[in-house]
Every structure is written in structure tokens, then in C-alpha cells.
């Protein structure tokens, strides 16, 4: 099919007329790209089977990952790169008269994640298939995703993500590998000669259909599995109740990711769609498991699970109960199977994001899995009692279940037997304070997995141009073995090499200015810096500290003659939760301010802000290629890792950060003259959360430059109510800055100052770029999935 571009030709030709019934002089784009991408997916068929076959007659134990996310982005193109024969088709739709990339074009991003923790998963997904380690997706077939995102007068708007609305050809309908998953109901006890049986009574019934993805490794031949559980109403429901009624309420469970939880009817959906998630993924890897084995006592040796974050859970009182109620095993052998199957990713040290849940919503809606968890709680905390007798407030705070709350993290921490960070700063602040206890009381739980990035998606798909100059210059090795790109860092000194990296670059750059032209109808200077923030808006990810440092810059520029910048494109690009109302505000800051800027006579040519609308991973494909500045400007403990900073780095970015994440990691491996830091240390941060001392106030008043800007928001310096920005105002100084805003401000304005200097010297800042490129092969995710399999899944290559 693919083997020639004449082969290749004939097959699409003959695959579209059988799908269309009509002739090639006739199709549009997307039925070309339906075609494509049919081809390529019926090309993989038969790999796809020999792998799950390969894996089955081996015996191999496999991976299962959860995760309430997974951004996968465009496949398409990611596929033809990871099967080889990518040349091929765009020789043979050439020939066509077809532009591959157009086609691609036609793709719209899948709708099942966010941010970084779905860009992760499938970071994570594309490096166990090119590793050829048999490891596997478990997520939900979202229907709407989170939200299409619009910008009306400033504001962000949000409508539904139609992400399947033409269908998705990469996509299989398993109906006959359907599970049921139940709500509600009644638990009835019953006691005979053995053990106690469970009796699941009077429950809502809802079908978990599964729709399966191939995940194509780079030019393998292993083909893994991304399972995606939709949710239908049952024939099992029932007799009672408004049958319409059922059917919304049902099929809502996977209509949106993250549904508002700011009332009781959004918790219950939530806890719905995470239960509805790990009991699905979960019965269903037990039914394949006992298919070639004859009972479940060896199941940990054969089965790895892993939560992503706290949403999954549920997974380990689902097992429980599986293991227990519909296979009779006792608690022991239950629980020790259990634990040794399962571990756990912790995202975040922000205790807000650290789920818990209210007994008064948990308990009804999931009776058997409460009684389980309260069990669990019961027997873990009569084991906090023998170790720290006396010491109620230790207890108290180690608890799974206290004031009536159910904490998802602490449940993680004790039913699994890895806990990891993803940074190390992270994972060092995990066992140092935000879970010493538990680290104290499980020393050998935990562990560090820096994240990575696959750099087939985000350097060769991405970036192709920069791939080849590369390969032109060290060879291809690095393709297959990402830290191979050291072998650049010679080339940071060597002149041709220097003018290759920046006319690629360059072109990256004129390649993003056409399409915001396009876009938005603003021109930018495609010499300007690129200096680009793009990432979930969030109050802890500072995106306001950028603005008021915008803002600092105008004012300069508008008071003072004296005063020049190198010319300076800062662009935006973020999406706000539904209901976080402060992110909103700033989003709404964001586009006044550079709608206040770029209509500016005296400001146009040195200063621009861009605002990208409905920020996905198709858009970060254009934006990470053409940065020139990588803003990771979190407050310092509080982003666990971030992955962003290893795509723009890999893409010959450079850094500007706070100590944060893997920043420092960063910071070790291209050391300080190509990287720019600023602000308070994570050390720093956690003194003032622990002691107090901070007084936003005093900056506010000892810096003129700092008070002016923090004024200008709510002094009628922007048109706007006078009322708008006053959240804003008020989080800085009524509420005392609790992310370090101000306190920053100076060495950020000291820091972009050096930024502008280096910039200016050309020579000196391609010798900088090309050190993070040479350096980035350090954070590429086979390296870190390689860890996980080696360190806490314990498999091997299939």
C-alpha cells in the first residue's frame, strides 16, 4: 500500500472511489483526508494484532495507563512520520495534485484533554510504543472534550468542541467488549458457611463501550492501544424513572471533560465519570487477563496499572472489590495484589488540586467502593496507631477519611507501592513538606520520574526543518536515541552551522506572522524576540506578572524618549476553566492590553501582544517551532515539572524561569549562561507560606514603576468599566499577592533586560540556542518512560 509511490497512488485512488462512489476530479479535502487516513489504519491492522498477539503468546506483563486526559493533537501526520512513509504519500499526493499538509490541515485535534497532563499521557503513549513496550491508554471518548474557545470584546466564550462531529477515523467501535458500570442502589450483605457476599441491588446501570486507537511506534512495527470508554444507557436500568431523563444523565458522564463542580449536580457528574473510568478499564483488562490465565493470583506479576494524578483513584478500591466480590478472594491476598499492581503519579503540591471528597456525595453514589475505602482507612490507620501510639494529630492528618471528606491523594499514597514526583525539585518538596508524613511512614514508596517529551512529535514532526539541519550536521543516531543530540554542542561555536539554525528559525518565525496575520489581522515584526507564554491559565502560572511587566514597558516607551527596547512580540495563548472566574479576568486583561498596545502610532514597531485564540496542541506545532523566548514564569514550588519548557528548548528557545519544575533540571544541564532565572527560590516561597513576613503592600508603595502599573488597573487607564480589573487589583494587595507577583516583578523586569541585550548580539544567542537544542535530548519521554518501565512496572521490551 505504502511500499511505492506508484503503489501508494493506485491504492488511493481505488480506496477513495470505494468510499465515495464517485471520481478523484471530484473530492474535497476532507474526504481526502478520510481516505488517508482510513489507509493508513487498515495499514496498521495487521501489526496491531501481531503486537496484542506477540504480547499474549510472550507472556509479557503489561501497562495500563490512566488518565482523565490525553491530548493527543493531529495524528495523521505524527502516524505517517511513525510508520515511515511519510515521503512516499507526499510524493504520491504531489503527483496528485494534493498537498499533504493541506490534507492534514483537514484534521481536527481530539478533544480528550487539556494541559499538561494529557499532553503528557500521550507523550508517554507514543514513547512505550517506540520503545516497543507493551504499555497501554485507558481514558474516556470525551464527546465535547472541555470547550472550543472564542474571544468576544476580550472575553473568552466557550462553546462546545465538535471534535467529533465528521467522526474519527482512527477509531474502532468494540460494542461486543461493552462492560456495565453501576451507580447508586443498595449493598446487600449476605452470610453463609464462607466468606461475606456482596450484593450490588437496585443500582443505575450504565454501558462503558469501548472505542480503541492504535498508538504506531517510530518504525517498529508495534502498534499499542489507546482505549477510550464512552458512556450509553444500559437494557440492565431499571423499571422506573424518566427514561429520557436516564439517557442524559448517562451519556453526560463522557460528554465533557472536566464538568463544572462549583455545584452538587457537577461533583456527582465528576465522581461519576472518574468511577465510570477505572470500574470500565478495570473489568475490562480482568476479563483479557483470565482469557489466558486460569485465576488472578499472579496478577500483579502480569499487570501494571498506573494513575495519572489523583482522578483515577478509584482504581484502587475498584480492584478491591473486583478481586474480592466477583472472584471471592479475601482482603489480604486481595489488598496485597492490589498494591502491588498499582502506582501513582502526583501532578501537583497545590493542596487545592488534591481531590477530596464529601462522604455525603461518595457514600451514596458508590456504596460498595465507600465501604471498601472505609475499610481500607480502618485497617491503615489501626497501623498508624502500632507506629505512632498517642499521636492523634499525626493520625488525624495521615487519614484517608476525616471530617468527613475522602482524600483521594492520601488513598493513593497508601494503596499503591510507587508514589512518584515528576521533577526533582518536585518530588524533593513532596517527601521534604507536602507529604512528609506519609514519606516518613513509606520511605521506599517514593520516587522521581522527570517528565520528557517525544521528540519525534515536537523536534521531527514539529520542526522538520531543524531535523534535517541536525541530521545533516551529526548524523541520524539521535532519532533513535534522543541524547545523541549532545553531539551538537561543538556545532554551537561553528559559524555555518550557526547561520543554518537561524534561517530556520527565521522562517519559523515568518511562517507564524502570515498565519496571525491570517488569524487576527495584526502584523508583527518577524525580527522582533518571539517571547511566548502558552499554557493552561492558571493564577499560579503568573501569566498577570507578564502583563504588568507589558505594561511597565509601554509606560516606558510612552514617558520616556530616552528609553528603546529590542523590538518585542509577546504572545498568549491559554484556555481558562468555565468556572475559574479570576483566569477569565485575566484573559480579559490580556486582550485589552494589546488591543490598547497594537493600535498604538508610538509603540507599534517595538512592541506587540498576541493573544492566540483556542491555544491546542495543532497551534503549539507553529508557536514552539518560531519562539525565540520560553516564559515559565511559575511561582517557585508550585509547577510540579511543566513539559512546555522541554518542547521550546528542544526547539532552540530559551528559557526564562523562575527556579521551578524542571527548570532547575534545565538550569544543571545547559548551565547559567544560556538560560535566564529570576525571582524567589522554592526554598524562598515556602519559608514566607510556613513563617509569614510577606507585605505585597510595601512593594506596591516602594517601587513607582510597580504602583503605577498595579493603578492602571483599576484608574481608568484602560477602556474598560471601572469595576473590571478589580479582582485583579484586589488578589494583589487586599488579598497579599499569593503567588509572589510583586515581590518578582524586579528581577524579572533586571532578567528581561538581559534578555534584550543577548538578543541584540546575534552570534552570542545562536550559541545559546544551539546549546538547549544539544542539551534537550536529556528530557525526551523515552528517557523517562524507560525509567518507569525499568523502575516501577517492571517490563520489558515485546
Not at 533513535?480 to 561543538?490: F, I, N, Q, R
Not at 535566564?676 to 515556602?686: I, M, S
Not at 512593594?699 to 484608574?715: A, F, G, K, R
Request: proline share 3%.
Amino acid at each position: 500500500m505504502f511500499s511505492t509511490k506508484d503503489a501508494f497512488k493506485q491504492q488511493f485512488l481505488e480506496k477513495y472511489e470505494i468510499m465515495y462512489g464517485k471520481s478523484f476530479e471530484e473530492s474535497t479535502l476532507p474526504e481526502l483526508y478520510n481516505t488517508l487516513g482510513q489507509m493508513v489504519r487498515e495499514y496498521v491492522s495487521h501489526a496491531w494484532i501481531e503486537t496484542n498477539e506477540r504480547n499474549r503468546a510472550n507472556h509479557k506483563k503489561q501497562t495500563y495507563y490512566f488518565s482523565i486526559e490525553f491530548l493527543l493533537g493531529r495524528l495523521l501526520g505524527s502516524n505517517l512520520l511513525n510508520l515511515g512513509v511519510q515521503d512516499v504519500v507526499e510524493a504520491g499526493l504531489k503527483e496528485l495534485g494534493v498537498d499533504l499538509r493541506e490534507v492534514e490541515e483537514q484534521e481536527v485535534d481530539a478533544g480528550l484533554g487539556n494541559g499538561g497532563l494529557g499532553r503528557l499521557a500521550a507523550c508517554f503513549l507514543d514513547s512505550l510504543a517506540s520503545l516497543s513496550l507493551p504499555g497501554h491508554g485507558v481514558g474516556i471518548r470525551y464527546k465535547h472534550g472541555l470547550f472550543d474557545q472564542r474571544i468576544i470584546d476580550g472575553y473568552q466564550v466557550e462553546l462546545p468542541e465538535q471534535w467529533l462531529r465528521n467522526g474519527n477515523v482512527w477509531e474502532i467501535r468494540k460494542a461486543s467488549q461493552s462492560i456495565e458500570v453501576k451507580f447508586g442502589g443498595d449493598i446487600q450483605v449476605s452470610y453463609g458457611n464462607g466468606p461475606l457476599m456482596f450484593h450490588h441491588i437496585n443500582a443505575e446501570t450504565v454501558t462503558a463501550v469501548p472505542y480503541d486507537m492504535p498508538v504506531i511506534g517510530y518504525e517498529n512495527k508495534t502498534i499499542n492501544t489507546l482505549r477510550l470508554w464512552s458512556a450509553e444507557p444500559s437494557q440492565f436500568r431499571p423499571d422506573k424513572g424518566d427514561v429520557m431523563k436516564y439517557k442524559r444523565e448517562t451519556e453526560a458522564i463522557s460528554e465533557f471533560l472536566y464538568p463544572d463542580d462549583s455545584h452538587i449536580e457537577g461533583k456527582i457528574l465528576r465522581l461519576k465519570q472518574q468511577y465510570f473510568l477505572v470500574s470500565a478499564g478495570l473489568k475490562s483488562i480482568v476479563r483479557t487477563y483470565l482469557k489466558n490465565n486460569d485465576h488472578l493470583s499472579d496478577f500483579h506479576n502480569k499487570v501494571a496499572i498506573h494513575i495519572n494524578d489523583t482522578h483515577p483513584v478509584l482504581a484502587i478500591p475498584e480492584l478491591m472489590r473486583i478481586l474480592m466480590d466477583e472472584h471471592g478472594m479475601g482482603w489480604e491476598e486481595a489488598w496485597h495484589i492490589t498494591t502491588n499492581t498499582i502506582s501513582y503519579t502526583n501532578h501537583t503540591t497545590l493542596s487545592e488540586a488534591l481531590e477530596k471528597w464529601p462522604i455525603s456525595i461518595f457514600k451514596p453514589l458508590l456504596p460498595r467502593i465507600y465501604m471498601i475505602v472505609e475499610e481500607i482507612n480502618e485497617r491503615y490507620c489501626r497501623g498508624l496507631w502500632d507506629k505512632y501510639t498517642g499521636d492523634w494529630k499525626r493520625i488525624e492528618e495521615m487519614a484517608i477519611i476525616a471530617h468527613g471528606v475522602i482524600k483521594m491523594a492520601h488513598l493513593a499514597i497508601v494503596g499503591s507501592h510507587s508514589v512518584n514526583g515528576v521533577a526533582k525539585i518536585h518530588t524533593d518538596i513532596l517527601k521534604e513538606r507536602e507529604m512528609k508524613l506519609f514519606y516518613d511512614y513509606y520511605p521506599t514508596k517514593f520516587n522521581n520520574k522527570t517528565n520528557g517529551i517525544t521528540h519525534r512529535r515536537w523536534l521531527i514532526k514539529a520542526n522538520p526543518e531543524l531535523a534535517r539541519t541536525i541530521s545533516e550536521a551529526i548524523g541520524d543516531k539521535w532519532i533513535a536515541k534522543p541524547e545523541h543530540l549532545s553531539a551538537l554542542l561543538p556545532f554551537a561555536n561553528d559559524a555555518g552551522f550557526k547561520q543554518k539554525a537561524y534561517e530556520v528559525k527565521y522562517q519559523n518565525k515568518l511562517a507564524f506572522a502570515r498565519q496571525i496575520k491570517q488569524l487576527t489581522g495584526i502584523a508583527i515584526d518577524e525580527h522582533s524576540i518571539f517571547d511566548v507564554q502558552v499554557k493552561r491559565l492558571h493564577a499560579y502560572k503568573r501569566q498577570l506578572l507578564n502583563i504588568l511587566h507589558i505594561m511597565y514597558l509601554y509606560n516606558r516607551l510612552q514617558e520616556d524618549s530616552n528609553f528603546s527596547i529590542t523590538p518585542h512580540t509577546f504572545i498568549f495563548g491559554a484556555k481558562a476553566s468555565p468556572g475559574y472566574y479570576y483566569a477569565k479576568k485575566i484573559i480579559k486583561l490580556i486582550n485589552t492590553l494589546a488591543a490598547k498596545i497594537n493600535d498604538d502610532p508610538k509603540t507599534k514597531d517595538l512592541l506587540k501582544v498576541i493573544f492566540v485564540e483556542n491555544y491546542r496542541v495543532s497551534l503549539a506545532e507553529t508557536i514552539i517551532p518560531a519562539a525565540d523566548v520560553s516564559e515559565q514564569i511559575s511561582t517557585a514550588s508550585k509547577e510540579a515539572s511543566g513539559t512546555g519548557n522541554m518542547k521550546f528548548m528542544m526547539n532552540g528557545a530559551i528559557t526564562l524561569g523562575t527556579m521551578d519544575g524542571a527548570n532547575v533540571e534545565i538550569f544543571e544541564e545547559v548551565g547559567p549562561d544560556n538560560i535566564f532565572t529570576f525571582g524567589l527560590t522554592a526554598e524562598q516561597v515556602l519559608a514566607y507560606q510556613r513563617n509569614g513576613g510577606y507585605r505585597a503592600i510595601e512593594y506596591y508603595h516602594h517601587d513607582q514603576s510597580l504602583n503605577q502599573v498595579i493603578n492602571q488597573l483599576i484608574n481608568g487607564f484602560f477602556p474598560v468599566p471601572a469595576h473590571e480589573f478589580e479582582t485583579i487589583y484586589d488578589s494583589l494587595l487586599v488579598q497579599n499577592d499569593e503567588y509572589f507577583v510583586l515581590k518578582d516583578f524586579g528581577t524579572y523586569v533586571r532578567a528581561h533586560e538581559k534578555v534584550g541585550e543577548a538578543y541584540r548580539n546575534r552570534d552570542q544567542w545562536l550559541e545559546k540556542s544551539i546549546i538547549n537544542i544539544a542539551k534537550s535530548g536529556r528530557f525526551s519521554s523515552d528517557r523517562t518512560i524507560q525509567e518507569y518501565a525499568d523502575e516501577i512496572w517492571g517490563i520489558t521490551r515485546s
